[in-house]
């Protein structure tokens, strides 16, 4: 392997590596209402109240998915917070809410993969006589 290629692999690393140190900063310091404000900038933009359903489009997929990754964030934000000696927090309860986040992120990115797709195959063709 020459030097040049092995200088761009630890470069591409060290990038890596610095990006995600600052995500996980700027996660670990988010507050609860800062969290709250993103499900609703999200709801605005698949164009729905947060009590109305989302439309099935891809937009409205793609919004879902970044909806489950606040959920996501949300138990991970009640677990870092939670008060030493206070027991409160059933931990099936985050199981399931983790669970369930993720799956309902991979079925998005799965609808999203399989929505082009759906869409060129169900193109009619009219059989030439």
Do not use: C
């Not at 709801?43 to 959920?71: C, H, M, T």
């Not at 996501?72 to 870092?80: G, T």
């Not at 399931?96 to 399989?114: E, G």
């Amino acid at each position: 392997m020459s030097f040049l290629l092995q200088l761009a692999i630890v470069a591409a690393l060290a990038m890596y590596f610095a990006y995600m140190r600052i995500y996980l900063r700027r996660r670990n310091l988010q507050h609860w209402k800062s969290l709250l404000t993103q499900v609703r900038s999200l709801s605005s933009k698949a164009g729905a109240n947060p009590s109305e359903d989302i439309k099935l489009n891809p937009r409205g997929i793609w919004v879902l998915s970044q909806k489950a990754r606040v959920v996501l964030e949300m138990a991970d934000y009640a677990v870092r917070h939670l008060a030493p000696g206070y027991n409160s927090l059933d931990p099936r309860l985050l199981v399931t809410l983790r669970r369930d986040a993720m799956r309902l992120r991979i079925t998005a990115v799965s609808a999203l993969v399989k929505f082009p797709l759906r869409k060129l195959f169900s193109t009619k063709v009219k059989p030439v006589l």
